[in-house]
């Protein structure tokens, strides 16, 4: 089905569901269409979207003065559309998509604690962004609630979220964090298991709420940028990226083809860092400790040439609205072609021993294994959802410059397991240097930057990029006054998170860090 015969089959079936749909209600929200709807026609628009094999990728409030607005953003065949509509401040209340989206689930709920949307027909009522930093009745992206809050002194501990508990003979509960033992960020796990068999895993996160969404608030362009890049630190080329795509798209911003190279040039170095850093963690949380320095060395070097060349180890802040902030020297290309040779002679006799090693296979293969089902109900992206099939990339399927002119080879196993979701690191690792190498003979002279113009009141943009751990999403809606009245980035462990909890069913308790590496979701992505 072509990605207009599934719109259009999309709103023929809202039709024959009874949902009017008007012909000012279908524009564009670049490069999704988007369809405003009712409040009431919002539960069926999810259910029939689900029918149509619709990828569902994220839902965000922007409340304003009386209503609130509502949008959800969904994907098919690499076409996406938003939803949107809006309901009174007074009386929040929509149908839930998680009965037809498991996915859904978190971010509906961090849309009620944030935004005071109810959510009619959710599965799970539990608070989840909401710890105890604001009273019952007030929430916090409200146009009247302070960000500095309204609760003067420290917020009390969070310590009566009601887990599910599971019942029988010789059932145990481990509670795991939310510190642990080492530099890695809060995050609960409580299992129940019998033996040393899981038979349920539920996570709480959310422990260093950063208030991203409002601080973002009457931030110019540069400023936001600065902010996008910090919502996850280990991507922050990738989230960066998507703000300022979305702030161009919204105000009309043609970006010089150079500055695009470039940015597509340190996103694929980002991508081969994190992929080097989590090859070596998984191998060493099953005591091959030789992988795990072999990997660490690796990824040291390609972060210090990142730094010489870019300004910062992980090229923070070096991409811009409307561009980057730095160009390479006429010598850098010469440079970092070595680099790239050296570091396949490096790494393809350290794979082999990878793919091919007894010990590794006997932990690796068949532990933590997410089926192809629960790789789609889930909605995951990135590496988890390739290694159970599932082949989804922006850069190729929704290809924004310049990998519209670039060629991207797909990286897909179908083991499902911890050993495939290595397999598919190492694939991407390989294709990236296949891209770096196509950027470098094809990078054009000219400027790295343009200004970017001032927007109308009220634009909106959609950014949407391939980062490493997967589809990045960020929405900008600019104010009158041209500052930023809304952002939201969605960080794809929004949905691999969930997956986390599926895969380690049946498995042995010794092999949660090595299912939890192998999905290694950001803690600092998904909370907001």
Not at 108 to 119: F, I, K, P, Q, T
Not at 300 to 320: V, Y
Not at 401 to 430: C, K, N, Q, W
Not at 448 to 459: D, R
Request: proline share 6%; hydrophobic share 40%; glycine share 10%.
């Amino acid at each position: 089905m072509s990605r207009f015969d599934w719109l259009s089959e999309f709103l023929a079936r809202l039709e024959d569901e009874h949902v009017m749909v008007r012909r000012g209600d279908v524009s564009s929200l670049a490069p999704a269409h988007r369809l405003v709807l009712d409040a009431e026609d919002w539960g069926t628009a999810g259910r029939v979207a689900a029918g149509l094999g619709c990828r569902w990728a994220g839902i965000w409030g922007d409340p304003q003065e009386a209503d609130v607005v509502v949008r959800a953003c969904l994907e098919h065949a690499g076409d996406y559309l938003v939803l949107q509509t809006e309901v009174p401040i007074g009386q929040a209340l929509l149908a839930s998509h998680t009965p037809y989206f498991r996915g859904a689930n978190r971010l509906e709920r961090h849309v009620h604690d944030l935004c005071g949307v109810a959510l009619r027909d959710h599965p799970d009522q539990r608070r989840w962004t909401r710890h105890q930093a604001w009273p019952d009745g007030e929430f916090p992206l409200r146009v009247d609630y302070p960000a500095t809050g309204r609760s003067p002194g420290r917020t009390r501990a969070d310590a009566d979220y009601p887990f599910a508990p599971v019942q029988g003979s010789g059932v145990y509960e481990i509670p795991v964090g939310p510190v642990h033992a080492g530099i890695i960020e809060p995050g609960h796990f409580r299992f129940q298991a019998v033996g040393e068999e899981v038979l349920r895993l539920e996570e709480r996160l959310g422990y260093v709420h950063k208030g991203v969404e409002k601080l973002a608030v009457g931030r110019d362009p540069a400023g936001l940028a600065r902010l996008a890049g910090r919502v996850s630190g280990d991507s922050t080329v990738a989230h960066t990226w998507a703000a300022c795509q979305a702030m161009e798209r919204a105000t009309g911003c043609a970006v010089p083809p150079r500055a695009t190279m470039l940015r597509a040039l340190m996103c694929e170095r980002e991508r081969i860092a994190n992929h080097l850093g989590d090859i070596g963690a998984i191998c060493n949380d099953v005591a091959f400790t030789f992988a795990h320095v072999q990997c660490a060395r690796l990824r040291e070097g390609w972060q210090r040439r990142s730094g010489t060349l870019f300004g910062h180890r992980f090229m923070m802040d070096a991409i811009i609205p409307g561009g980057v902030g730095r160009d390479l020297r006429p010598e850098a290309a010469a440079m970092l072609r070595q680099d790239h040779a050296a570091l396949r002679r490096a790494m393809e006799p350290l794979f082999d021993v990878i793919e091919d090693h007894p010990s590794l296979d006997d932990r690796l293969l068949g532990t933590g294994r997410l089926d192809a089902t629960d790789a789609v109900a889930l909605g995951c992206t990135g590496y988890v959802a390739k290694a159970s099939g599932q082949g989804y990339d922006v850069r190729r399927d929704n290809p924004y410059p310049p990998y519209d002119v670039l060629s991207v080879e797909g990286a897909v196993e179908t083991g499902g397991d911890v050993a495939a979701r290595v397999g598919v690191r190492i694939a991407e690792m390989r294709g990236s240097l296949a891209l770096l190498d196509q950027l470098l003979d094809a990078l054009p002279d000219g400027a790295i930057h343009t200004p970017l113009p001032a927007p109308a009141p009220h634009a909106m943009g959609l950014g949407l990029v391939e980062g490493w751990r997967g589809e990045v999403l960020s929405f900008v809606r600019f104010a009158a006054d041209g500052r930023i009245a809304r952002f939201f980035p969605r960080d794809p462990s929004w949905f691999t998170w969930p997956a986390l909890e599926r895969l380690i069913l049946g498995n042995i308790v010794p092999d949660f860090p090595v299912c939890n590496k192998s999905v290694n979701g950001s803690y600092s992505g998904q909370d907001l």
